[in-house]
Nanobody
Framework: QVQLVESGGGMVQYGGSLRLSCTAS????????MTWVRQAPGKGPEWVSY????????YYTDSVKGRFTISRDNAKNTLYLEMNSLRPEDTALYYC?????????????????????????RGQGTQVTVSS
């Protein structure tokens, strides 16, 4: 069965860095685009970043552009999110999710992540907490 397992979260101070990983199994990882999604307490889920199946197309939500970098290693079935210059507003549960189709930039910018609608599998998530 499909499994997505995140790791790398934690508590950091303002301006700190973290690297999240998502290890995938149960499907041909190199055939699918992947996303990172985050959900802060009391808020809806938000796409953070998307990467296509071979890694040459990436999107980022505006608030993380220039600070976060998504990447993948298809040989290791692993997705990454390098997060730098972290801010308290980045505090959230971060999870990787497999979208049901290739996302366009307009869709990524205009539609929220909806479990079962535009992504079909997700991990349990890893908590990121940034203190001021």
């Amino acid at each position: 069965q499909v499994q997505l397992v995140e790791s790398g979260g934690g508590m950091v101070q303002y301006g700190g860095s973290l690297r999240l990983s998502c290890t995938a199994s149960g499907f041909i990882f190199s055939h699918y685009g992947m996303t990172w999604v985050r959900q802060a307490p009391g808020k809806g889920p938000e796409w953070v970043s998307y990467i296509n199946n071979n890694g040459d197309i990436t999107y980022y939500t505006d608030s993380v552009k220039g600070r976060f970098t998504i990447s993948r290693d298809n040989a290791k079935n692993t997705l990454y999110l390098e997060m730098n210059s972290l801010r308290p507003e980045d505090t959230a549960l971060y999870y990787c999710a497999r979208p049901k189709w290739k996302l366009s930039s307009s869709y990524f910018d205009g539609r929220p992540p909806l479990d079962g609608i535009n992504f079909d599998y997700r991990g349990q998530g890893t908590q990121v907490t940034v203190s001021s």
